[in-house]
Structure formats: structure tokens, C-alpha cells
């Protein structure tokens, strides 16, 4: 595996900005990269995408190979995989990571059959550690761990491919913070790929693009509703706070599984990852595989009627108490003190 070096970062963008997501994976790439004291290279395709270089460079690239040609105008998943495989074989990263995004969840495990290595999908985290392998009687130092929720959230579990190479990852977006951003003096490799190289048996007609990172991924403040609004009266209470909170409502899965709000409101294993300034759970039991999407949060306050619940473990402030006495007291105080919010 010694011929294998450098963390890549496969960069997704809607043609006039780098995605957040690919900017998160950028700055643990760079940790990692520091780690094991290799450089940090990212992978841009795309039509008239150059003027992204320089944004990819200022957070965190050492080497920036792009390939700015008008047939990627459109992502194409056999063209894509295809090319972001030849150009993986001619350089052996060690680690390729990607945004568990819908292009992402696509493009990675097609990239990881056709290198014949493994794949880590929807990782919470990674990091650098040693392993040895006590039946072969082999040991391997600065391999990439996986970290991986398992069992509905349950078991934080570490995978690890100690035995193919590149390693590959995807990440989910929401677990990792922007990195700043620096004076950066990388370098810009253009990959030109030839005709031979292209799948033209697929035309995209139309493309509608929506935005990348939705309201509740963005918000500063987030109320999440639990179980414990017994309703829709409970959400219209919760969503009144939410507005005077000037945030925007979030829900555990048993919530949006009966229909209350809509599953881009969902947080946890299976719902998004979020990070905001305050996380206020109304009614909200804490079970571990809803926790994995606020971890980030900075503080969490929970209303809950059982002292005993997991997220009075987990809150930094509680309020013993019904939502439905707690929150109109609350929204009160607010009426009142608002300009002070």
C-alpha cells in the first residue's frame, strides 16, 4: 500500500458556488491530510467551472485537478465514474471522500466497484488509527477509520479496509464545520480526457435545480418536535415558538412518519444532521438514532414531562413539564421581551 498517498475530495457545485457539504469534507480532509502528512487534492468537474478553483484552493487544496469541458456540463453517471476512475488509477490517493449527497450516493460505490476496494457509505465521522490483525498476523498504522451509526443508531461502529486501496467514504453533510478560509498557493492541474473516453448513449434534456442546503440545515435555531405534541395542535403551538424564536421546526421520525411535518423536517439517522446555535426539543424522548443529527448543536435545551427520558441526559438545560403548559408561558415571555431575543 506504500505506492497509495494523499487524501481526495471529490467536489460537488451547482455551477456558480462548491457546495457546503464538499467545503465540511474539505476541512476534515485537511485534518487527516495533516495527520498523515500527505496533501490534500480536489477532484472538480464541470463547464465554465474554473472560476471555482481558487475557492477550493483558499479552503484547504493543495492540488486542485479540474476538468473544465463542456460535455461534464451535466453530471452523467457513467461518464463521471468513468473518468473520476482513470484519474484515481493514475494518481493511487489513499483516501477518496465524497458528500453522501444523491450525486455522491451514486457516483462513489460505482467509482469503489470499478477499483475493486471498499466503500464506507453515510460516515458521521473519520479519523487516523492503527490495526492489527491478529489472525494474519499483520499490522497497519494510519489507516482511515469509518465511523458509522449501526442498529437504528444504537452502535457507533468503526470500519476500516486494511487490505484494498484507495480507501473510500462518504460523508454525511452537517457532521463537520466550514473550515476558514487562507491565503492558499495550491496548485491547478486541467485534465483533458479524449473522445474515447466518453458514454454519449445518455442525453439530459432538462435540469431543475433546487437548493442544496435546506432551511432547517441553515437555521440558527431549531425547535424539534417530538412525539410529545400528541398532534397537529401540538405542531401549530411548536411552530408559533419556532417563528418567535425566529428558527424553523424540526421533527424525530415517528413525527414525520404519521404525517405531522414533511420528511425534509426530519432529523436524526435516516433525516439530516444539523448544527444549530440552540436545539430546543419539545417532547422529544432522545433516542440515540435522533441524537446523531444534533450532536453538533452548541446547546440544547429540552421540555419533557419524564425527568427519566435519554434527552434529559443529553440536554444542557431541562424543563420538567407538559409542553402544552410550558411553550404558551414561554411564548408569552417572548411577546413580551422580543427586541431582546
Known amino acids: 500500500m506504500k505506492d497509495y498517498s494523499g487524501v481526495w475530495v471529490y ?54 485537478y479540474v476538468s473544465d ?21 493514475r494518481h493511487r490517493p489513499e483516501i477518496v471522500l465524497f458528500a453522501a449527497s444523491y450525486k455522491g450516493r451514486d457516483l462513489a460505490p460505482r467509482v469503489a466497484a470499478s477499483l475493486r476496494t ?24 494510519k489507516i482511515l477509520y469509518q465511523i458509522v451509526p ?17 480507501q473510500i467514504a462518504t460523508v454525511r453533510p452537517g457532521n463537520f464545520q466550514v473550515p476558514e478560509k487562507f ?29 442544496e442546503d435546506s432551511k432547517l440545515e441553515k437555521a440558527r435555531v431549531i425547535v424539534g418536535v417530538g412525539v410529545g405534541a400528541r398532534g397537529s395542535e401540538g405542531v401549530k403551538i411548536l411552530k408559533r415558538l419556532a417563528e418567535a424564536l425566529g428558527g424553523t421546526l424540526g421533527a424525530t421520525r415517528p413525527v414525520v412518519d404519521a404525517g405531522l411535518l414533511p420528511h425534509e423536517c426530519m432529523i436524526g439517522e435516516t433525516g439530516k444532521v444539523v448544527r444549530p446555535e440552540l436545539y430546543l426539543a419539545c417532547g422529544i424522548s432522545g433516542a440515540a438514532h435522533h441524537m446523531i443529527g444534533v450532536r453538533g448543536a452548541k446547546v440544547i435545551i429540552a421540555i419533557n414531562k419524564d425527568p427519566k427520558s435519554p434527552i434529559c ?22 411577546g413580551k421581551h422580543g427586541d431582546a431575543l
Not at 492503527?130 to 499490522?139: A, L, Q, S
Not at 442498529?151 to 484507495?166: E, F, L
Not at 443529553?314 to 404558551?328: K, L, Q, S, T, W
Request: proline fraction near 2%; hydrophobic fraction near 40%; include cysteine.
Open 11 to 64: 467536489a460537488e457545485h451547482d455551477g456558480n458556488a462548491i457546495s457546503r457539504s464538499t467545503l465540511e469534507i474539505m476541512g476534515k480532509g485537511r485534518e487527516l491530510a495533516s495527520r498523515l502528512g500527505v496533501e490534500l487534492s480536489v477532484v472538480l468537474f464541470g463547464y465554465g467551472v474554473s472560476d471555482l478553483v481558487e475557492t477550493l484552493i483558499e479552503y484547504g487544496a493543495d492540488n486542485v
Open 69 to 89: 469541458d463542456e460535455r461534464l456540463k451535466y453530471y452523467k453517471t457513467l461518464n463521471y465514474a468513468k473518468l473520476l476512475t482513470e484519474l484515481i488509477r
Open 118 to 141: 471498499g466503500l464506507t457509505a453515510n460516515c458521521i465521522d473519520l479519523d487516523i488509527g492503527d490495526f492489527e490483525d491478529r489472525e494474519k498476523g499483520e499490522r497497519f498504522e
Open 150 to 166: 449501526a442498529y437504528g443508531g444504537n452502535v457507533v461502529a468503526t470500519i476500516i479496509t486494511p487490505y484494498h486501496r484507495p
Open 183 to 211: 491565503p492558499g498557493k495550491g496548485k491547478v492541474f486541467q485534465i483533458n480526457f479524449g473522445s474515447e473516453d466518453w458514454d454519449d448513449d445518455v442525453e439530459v434534456l432538462e435540469v431543475e435545480r433546487d437548493e
Open 313 to 334: 441526559e443529553a440536554a444542557d438545560y431541562i424543563v420538567i413539564g407538559d409542553i402544552f403548559e410550558v411553550v404558551p408561558k414561554l411564548l408569552e415571555k417572548l
